[in-house]
């Protein structure tokens, strides 16, 4: 069998693996590159590295955009397969992918409008994909359940396991006969894997007898403050703003981070801790993310499930407020007093939190607050980074407001929890190559594996194809 990275290698962005097996072609994730726009573009949109009318099947490990966020395209250029994923994955699916189409056309409208207002002709800018082309890839959708192994093609078996990262995150396992060596390999993907311990999910549930891995490697190197230390930080940040009479402005994930946000206000109000501070969730999909917590309670922990169906909704609260429409959203324009805006994208690369940074990044009262990961070159990392001035939606501003990141909420492992979700991987695990990191994480988990005494460590390169 052949394992083509095709993406997210030597990066986190962009997902795609293709593997050659028994002469079929199976694209594990469909990621969208994230990056430069004029990059983006040219990646995303021409698929340089492979033709969709050959993929014959699309395992997705989990919905998150830089994982799954090409695939309406994919099915738009000619892909006819099935795309295999866990329910909650297709259901988290059914609104970021749409959503995703939306952002782009709204983006490329707003941006064209600037053009012609500075006086340019055309469009400046191109959607990838629309909302129907969004829809209509769902129709492709097989939606199993975790551990339950299903035939896919003529000896490959696909079950998912639980990754813990967000809200139906799986590890895909794949067991093979090969026809080509005769042999039988079982390859483990991992997606994005979670810390274990989380608040809202279950742990990634240990797999045995792999013999080929692809592990991401987001944090190798890097680590996270402890769990309990998370919640000090954040209402540090959060008093201190508010003392300053400013406004906080989370730009949250979607999905994950928001739910584990008003998981987590939920109890600082019940404990009287924030008095009459006002919090607003100004995104559709994340009003949209937190129904699909309640629908999904397979993939909740015994507390948060016991939580939801006995006691009390632990994602809501008084001081809560939902803007689903534009007219809401506006209406944070004029607000006065100090308030919690949580808002998406988490990266600040589209979305309604460019419009809250554009009108908020220059009072020095305001803080921003980043509570994920963003990756190389998306605004997130260049405000994130110091930037003094950043581009928003077209302008130029100052960043003027307190910056302040708390990557312990990270959904991703950090390295020494990469390093027990490998110990806890059991089998022979011949072929260990790292994937969806940038290079001197992957790096860094390479060394610490070498230590482990693993035989065969690769760092996957872009566009590198492997025999195994
Ligand atoms: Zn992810």
Same mark, same amino acid.
């Given at each position: ?84 994923? #866990?329910?909650?994955? @297709?259901?988290?699916? +059914?609104?970021?992918?749409? &959503?995703?189409?939306?952002?782009? !056309?709204?983006?490329? =409208? ?107 490697? #987001?944090?190798?190197? @890097?680590?996270?403050? +402890?769990?309990?230390?998370? &919640?000090?930080?954040?209402?540090? !940040?959060?008093?201190? =703003? ?227």
């Amino acid at each position: 069998m052949k394992i083509h990275f095709c993406g997210a290698a030597g990066t986190t962005t962009g997902s795609q693996h293709l593997l050659e097996i028994n002469g079929k072609k199976i694209l594990l994730d469909c990621g969208l590159y994230q990056g430069h726009r004029a990059d983006e573009l040219r990646i995303n949109r021409d698929f340089p590295l492979f033709n969709p009318e050959e993929i014959d099947h699309v395992i997705l490990s989990h919905a998150h955009i830089d994982h799954s966020g090409n695939i309406p395209n994919l099915v738009k250029r000619g892909f006819k397969g099935f795309i295999y994923c #866990t329910h909650a994955t @297709r259901s988290l699916c +059914a609104i970021m992918l749409v &959503d995703a189409a939306r952002i782009q !056309e709204h983006d490329c =409208a707003f941006l064209t409008k600037m053009h012609k207002r500075a006086g340019g002709e055309g469009t400046v800018a191109e959607v990838i994909y629309t909302e129907e082309d969004a829809r209509k890839s769902l129709d492709s959708f097989i939606a199993l359940s975790y551990e339950r192994r299903m035939y896919i093609d003529d000896g490959i078996a696909l079950t998912f396991y639980d990754a813990g990262h967000i809200l139906g995150s799986a590890q895909v396992v794949l067991d093979i006969d090969d026809h080509e060596d005769g042999k039988h390999k079982r390859l483990l993907f991992s997606g994005d894997v979670g810390r274990g311990n989380n608040e809202l999910l279950r742990d990634p549930v240990p797999v045995e007898g792999v013999d080929i891995m692809l592990m991401e490697t #987001t944090y190798g190197g @890097r680590h996270h403050e +402890a769990p309990s230390r998370d &919640d000090e930080s954040f209402f540090r !940040e959060v008093k201190e =703003a508010l003392d300053r009479g400013g406004k906080i402005y989370i730009p949250a994930f979607a999905v994950e981070r928001t739910q584990q946000l008003l998981f987590l206000l939920n109890h600082a109000f019940e404990e009287g801790m924030l008095g009459k501070t006002q919090v607003y969730v100004d995104s559709p999909m994340a009003i949209s993310a937190t129904e699909l917590f309640r629908t999904h309670s397979e993939c909740l922990n015994p507390e948060v499930y016991a939580s939801l169906f006995v006691s009390k909704d632990p994602f809501s609260f008084a001081n809560l407020h939902m803007c689903r429409t534009v007219t809401e959203s506006q209406y944070l324009n004029d607000l006065k007093k100090s308030a919690i805006i949580i808002s998406a994208s988490g990266m600040c690369e589209a979305g309604r939190i460019l419009h809250h940074l554009k009108l908020g990044i220059g009072n020095a009262k305001n803080t921003v607050l980043f509570v994920g990961f963003c990756a190389a070159n998306t605004l997130g990392r260049r405000i994130m980074d110091g930037a003094k001035e950043v581009p928003i939606l077209g302008g130029h501003y100052p960043v003027r407001a307190h910056i302040r990141t708390l990557d312990s909420f990270s959904g991703h492992a950090d390295h020494n929890e990469l390093l027990r979700y490998f110990r806890n991987t059991k089998g022979r695990k011949s072929h260990v190559f790292l994937v969806h990191g940038e290079p001197d994480c992957a790096r860094a988990m390479q060394d610490a594996l070498r230590t482990e005494g693993v035989e065969s460590i690769h760092i996957a390169a872009k566009d590198e194809i492997v025999t195994c």
